[in-house]
């Protein structure tokens, strides 16, 4: 998947969390070597930092017309697989506290809660979103 297409599905599907990341962001990150794709056909792709034996999940999204059909969650099970093969024995990642979908996602997953960030996002003139940390480990 190209870093425009990525760009495409990461604006529709983070429309009004105001995150906005361009084709440019994209590619810079992609030449970090410690930064991987994950790609589910067109409809979703993930970014993950990996530095074993951790790894961080940056971003997660799936294109809103292909959501709520469980390409979310075999994405991230494609995640877990990379990260654990590349040498990671634990993930972690952080999610707006409102965003339900991914909570659900992430508690499916196995992911426990292990700190919050008090007003971490904020949109616009809204009022600032917590932000939960959350993590799990990896094989065994
Ligand atoms: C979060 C996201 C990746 C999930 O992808 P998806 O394809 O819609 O999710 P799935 O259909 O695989 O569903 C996975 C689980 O999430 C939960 N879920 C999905 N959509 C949900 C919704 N709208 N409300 C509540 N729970 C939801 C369900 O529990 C589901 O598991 P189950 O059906 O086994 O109970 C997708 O909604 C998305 O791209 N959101 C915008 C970007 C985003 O918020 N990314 C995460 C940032 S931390």
Redesign the pocket.
């Known amino acids: 998947m190209t870093p425009a297409r990525m760009a495409d599905i990461h604006a529709a599907?983070?429309a009004g969390?105001g995150q906005v990341w361009s084709a440019q962001d994209i590619a810079a990150l992609l030449c970090r070597n410690i930064i991987h794709p994950v790609c589910l056909g067109q409809v979703?792709f993930a970014l993950v930092q990996i530095l074993p034996p951790e790894a961080e999940?940056l971003?997660?999204?799936?294109t809103?017309t292909?959501?709520?059909?469980?390409?979310?969650?075999?994405?991230l099970a494609a995640v877990l697989a990379k990260a654990e093969s590349a040498g990671a024995r634990r993930i972690f990642?952080?999610?707006?506290a409102d965003?339900?979908?991914?909570l659900?996602?992430y508690k499916?997953a196995l992911f426990t809660q292990t700190g919050r960030r008090r007003g971490y996002y904020r949109r616009g003139e809204g009022a600032p979103v917590d932000a939960f940390t959350l993590g799990r480990d990896l094989g065994a």
């Open positions: 599907a983070f969390h979703g999940l971003t997660i999204a799936i809103p292909a959501q709520g059909k469980g390409h979310g969650r075999a994405l990642l952080e999610v707006a965003n339900t979908a991914a659900a996602l499916n």
